[in-house]
T-cell receptor, first 113, second 113 residues
């Protein structure tokens, strides 16, 4: 079983709609969870981090974490064409420090104008 | 505040050669980690340095090595290059206490011919 799994897509969403991206992880002791956005040919940029069960909102983005079910999701409201990118889910095991995030392979999101 | 700086941005090497990549972290960040990104394998953790010590290492052969200097700048070296080493090499920095959030540089694109 892969440690961090994401649907590779492409996920096509009309402009203005809500895009929902999902990620599951296998290590139950994982404690830190991150969403990164990566445009083609560019490096990943951090969108959200979440550490506790529940929702965390930042502008048009909402991260949701459910540790019991071992999944984390990212909702993008009012999707814009500029949101078209690959979204990477990353998980960090406990132990302190940036001791190596495990990334999913990413979901390719396409926002249709 | 300047971001993570990586040099060189692009390079082409021949099989059997070696390469050294450089990374300057965000000012004040003491942790530097390195990742390899390829279309097939996605983002994979190479190693992480903190206070000049390698703290964690991913599952890569010994041809991949790194070091960190007293000013937190880091270098990674790949010896005896193989075609499969062609990838985007990403450096990321982190400050202890910020929830393990890492910030990526723009990356070094390595092509091995």
């Amino acid at each position: 079983q892969k440690e961090v799994e994401q649907n590779s897509g492409p996920l096509s969403v009309p402009e203005g709609a809500i895009a929902s991206l999902n990620c599951t992880y296998s290590d139950r002791v994982s404690q830190s969870f991150f969403w990164y956005r990566q445009y083609s040919g560019k490096s990943p940029e951090l969108i959200m981090s979440i550490y506790s069960n529940g929702d965390k909102e930042d502008g048009r983005f909402t991260a949701q974490l459910n540790k019991a079910s071992q999944y984390v999701s990212l909702l993008i409201r009012d999707s814009q064409p500029s949101d078209s990118a690959t979204y990477l889910c990353a998980v960090n095991k406990p132990g302190g420090g940036a001791d190596g995030l495990t990334f999913g392979k990413g979901t390719h999101l396409i926002i249709q104008p | 505040k300047a971001g993570v700086t990586q040099t060189p941005r692009y390079l082409i090497k021949t099989r059997g050669q070696q390469v050294t990549l450089s990374c300057s972290p965000i000012s004040g960040h003491r942790s530097v980690s390195w990742y390899q990104q390829t279309p097939g394998q996605g983002l994979q953790f190479l190693f992480e340095y903190f206070s000049e010590t390698q703290r964690n290492k991913g599952n890569f052969p010994g041809r991949f090595s790194g070091r960190q200097f007293s000013n937190s700048r880091s270098e990674m070296n790949v010896s005896t290059l193989e075609l499969g080493d062609s990838a985007l090499y990403l450096c990321a920095s982190s400050y202890q206490g910020e929830g393990n959030t890492i910030y990526f540089g723009e990356g070094s694109w390595l092509t091995v011919v």
